[in-house]
Structure formats: C-alpha cells, structure tokens
C-alpha cells in the first residue's frame, strides 16, 4: 500500500469519527410532536371576513388569474338589495373555488388580491381527501379555516346577516 492510499484512509476515518461522536439528532415523531413552522410558511387557505362577518372578497378575479397551475376558479355576481352578508353588494364572488390536489402554495394568489381578502394559514394537516371531489374547497370551507383561525386567537366572528324573507302569507 502507498502512503497515499493509507493518508485517504485515515482522512476518512477521521471524518467518521467525528461524526459518531457528534451530539445524536433526535427525530421527530411526528404527528405526536410537532415542529414550529417558520412565519412566512404558507398552509391551507382561508377568505377572511370583516369584523361584523361580511365577506371581502368583490370577485374580481385576480387571483385566479394570478394562480400559475389555474387552481382557482371564481364567478361574480350581483345583488339588488343589501343584504348585510357581503362587503360590495354591487359585486361579490358568487362562486369561489380553489382545486387543492392541483394548488402548489406559491401564495401569489394572496399577493394579487386587491381586498385581502384572501390570506394563508399556518395549518397544513388538514388537507387530506378521500377522493377527488373532496379537493374542491368552496367559499364556505375557506371562511371557516378563517373563523377557526379566529376562535383560536380569542376572536369571535359573528354570523353573517342573512336577507330579509320577501314576500308573506296572504
């Protein structure tokens, strides 16, 4: 053997050694122990709400045009009288979807919104489906990731004012 070939192998023993003797790296057991998420992690979407629990979101879609895998699906509408539910009665998202088996949490959706209406939580383990169908979060899943996110923070988000019932027995 060379003094070379012995040299290599005592540099790379040495590097073994340290190693061993090195603090032990515990793992996490996960989901019994959780790890912190950093603050700028970005999790499950949420539409966020006024204080008096109207609705933000005018429906203009830029978010949707903003989203590069086309996860995001919004249909505006019209109402002819307030109602109390919504911020703009003059326009709102009648239809609100994001496809989550296809959202890759780039968070430019939020950054696109003109409202904030939109926003990203820190939570992530709820975002398990048992078919396809289940991967379409509507409008109403994603104000209740915000009410939930709410409560946990002491703050409760009343029910929104539904409309008057038109018309009466006669």
């Known amino acids: 053997m060379s003094a070379e070939t012995i040299w290599a192998a005592i540099k790379g023993l040495r590097l073994t050694l340290r190693h061993v003797f090195k603090e032990p790296r515990v793992t996490v057991q996960y989901p019994e122990e959780k790890k912190p ?16 629990g109207r609705q933000l979101c005018v429906g203009c879609s830029l978010c949707a045009a903003a989203c590069p895998v086309d996860c995001i699906y919004v249909e ?22 994001i496809n989550m088996s296809r959202c890759i949490f780039c968070g ?9 209406a939109l926003g990203m939580t820190k939570v992530m383990d709820e975002l398990v489906f048992d ?10 899943m994603l104000i209740e990731n915000f ?24």
Not at 37 to 52: C, F, I, N, V, W
Not at 78 to 97: H, T
Not at 150 to 168: H, N
Request: aromatic content about 10%.
């Open 37 to 52: 998420h950093s603050p700028r992690y970005r999790g499950l979407h949420e539409q966020r709400l006024t204080p008096d």
């Open 76 to 97: 505006a509408g019209e109402e002819e009288e307030d109602s109390g539910r919504y911020l703009s009665p003059e326009r709102f998202a009648r239809v609100y979807k």
């Open 108 to 116: 430019y959706c939020v950054e696109a919104c003109p409202t904030y």
């Open 131 to 140: 078919n396809r169908w289940n991967a379409i979060w509507d409008m109403d």
């Open 147 to 170: 009410r939930r996110r709410m409560r946990e923070e002491g703050i409760e988000i009343p029910e929104p004012k539904q409309p008057a019932a038109s018309g009466g027995a006669s």
